[in-house]
């Protein structure tokens, strides 16, 4: 795949559409994603990815991203900062210190960036985060889609070490964790860092050679999000149904439209839980749709029934202009559809399930790939 650069505000828009759409009810806040790509246009910063080829095979390689809770904070949060006389430090500049960090701490030089999953701001940000460096961005993720844990990404499945990571919050917060049990162990760090910062945290991590990446990276997902986005602007213009676009580019399956009822939710341990009741209109009125997510969707049913769950997708989008829906802003009266998207074929594998799988999120659910259900 040749370069691809982001040179106008629309182009922006349309990557962060694709973007937040594979975010799958997670993968950050597209508004943040948005403007943070707007700003670095203003900057006359260079916002581009390149083929993962173009990477040498001797060239270390890092990935920066977000994690921790997508919930909003609560008044009792936001309270306890105040208290605690916490302000802002880093002025949005956590990733690139974070790879700075990483980079002096393991004594190697960083020459290229891997996103590690796609979402409306998990993406974006380490483009420009690479940007202000001056590094290139390939295009590829190690996860797909967007995931709420490092098992649900490539490095899990073909056991590259992650660490060390540097974690680096809003406060000015550093930490360096230098070797880890297992990715268990590592997650569980990386989410209880998030809660003391109260919320996310920001880390650099997976150092690899270029020769490793290229082995385990999901190759050309960020032109794969930006042409998804394109299209449903396109449809959209064209008074095309955006959501029927969104089916076809995906090769995907429409599962459901409806009319959100019900929102339960928890935020804990770093995650936002929860589960969403969706009630039919047009072609589904009369059925109910249900959907649990961790940070992102996973489990889904359709009048009680089992129907797609991960490491398949379940993407949910506004029924009108299928722009992606997070989970943080989902809300009763919200008119959604739903789409089934299959998961990148690696996660099928016995390996691939147990950290992706409907039993790693404690449900005794038995795998079954989406192309199999829609056909029975």
Not at 25 to 40: D, K, M
Request: charged fraction near 25%; hydrophobic fraction near 40%.
């Amino acid at each position: 795949m040749p370069h691809r650069r982001l040179n106008t505000p629309q182009d922006c828009q349309d990557f962060v559409r694709g973007c937040t759409i594979m975010g799958i009810g997670g993968g950050g806040f597209p508004e943040l994603g948005l403007r943070s790509l707007l700003n670095a246009l203003d900057e006359d910063l260079t916002i581009e990815w390149v083929d993962v080829d173009e990477i040498a095979d001797d060239t270390w390689t890092a990935s920066v991203y977000e994690t921790g809770t997508i919930a909003s904070p609560t008044a009792d949060t936001k309270a306890e900062i105040e208290r605690l006389g916490l302000q802002p430090r880093l002025a949005g500049k956590e990733m690139e210190v974070a790879l700075q960090e990483l980079a002096d701490y393991a004594g190697v030089t960083i020459g290229a960036v891997v996103p590690v999953e796609l979402g409306g701001d998990s993406t974006p940000l380490p483009l420009v985060a690479a940007a202000r460096l001056g590094l290139p961005v390939v295009d590829g993720d190690y996860c797909g889609r967007a995931v709420p844990e490092e098992m649900q990404g490539t490095p899990y499945l073909y056991e590259k070490n992650i660490h060390p990571f540097v974690s680096v919050d809003r406060w000015g917060n550093v930490c360096i964790l230098k070797e880890a049990a297992n990715f268990y162990t590592v997650e569980r760090i990386q989410k209880m860092l998030s809660v003391a910062a109260y919320g996310s945290c920001h880390l650099a991590d997976t150092l690899l050679p270029g020769k490793e990446m290229k082995q385990i990276v999901i190759r050309d997902t960020l032109t794969y999000s930006f042409e998804l986005g394109v299209v449903v602007r396109e449809a959209r213009t064209h008074d095309e149904d955006p959501v029927q676009a969104v089916v076809d580019f995906t090769k995907g399956w429409l599962l459901f439209t409806g009319e959100v009822q019900r929102k339960e939710w928890e935020d804990r341990e770093g995650y936002m839980w929860g589960d969403v009741w969706v009630n039919g209109t047009g072609d589904s009125t009369g059925q109910t749709f249900h959907y649990w997510f961790k940070n992102e969707n996973h489990i889904s049913w359709l009048d009680d029934e089992l129907l797609v769950t991960t490491p398949d997708l379940i993407a949910v989008l506004d029924q009108s202009t299928a722009e992606g829906r997070i989970n943080t802003n989902i809300e009763p009266g919200d008119h959604v559809a739903v789409v089934g998207i299959k998961g990148p074929e690696v996660f099928r594998s016995e390996r691939g399930l147990s950290g992706a799988g409907p039993r790693h999120f404690g449900f005794e659910i038995d795998y079954v790939p989406i192309e199999e259900r829609m056909d029975t």
